[in-house]
């Protein structure tokens, strides 16, 4: 999985490709030619936005699972 962070709102952006157009999901600006991060899914992510993806990760991490 691939994580950038915008430039112009800072929130997260995930997606599972790294080879296409990419629009930040939040304020719609074009991300296609900022850094690509690479995320290590073994390990807890900081999520900066609170959406539903940080609450799932959040509840998962205060149960205890890896």
């Given at each position: 999985?691939?994580?950038?962070e915008c430039?112009q709102?800072?929130?997260a952006?995930y997606?599972?490709?790294?080879?296409?157009?990419?629009?930040c999901?939040?304020c719609?600006?074009?991300?296609?030619?900022?850094?690509?991060n690479?995320?290590?899914?073994?390990?807890?992510?900081?999520?900066?936005?609170?959406?539903?993806l940080?609450?799932?990760?959040?509840?998962?991490?205060?149960?205890?699972?890896?």
């Amino acid at each position: 999985m691939y994580m950038k962070e915008c430039f112009q709102c800072g929130k997260a952006s995930y997606s599972s490709s790294s080879d296409r157009t990419w629009l930040c999901p939040y304020c719609g600006a074009d991300l296609s030619k900022e850094k690509i991060n690479d995320v290590d899914n073994s390990k807890p992510v900081l999520i900066k936005n609170h959406g539903l993806l940080g609450s799932i990760l959040q509840d998962k991490n205060r149960q205890g699972n890896p």
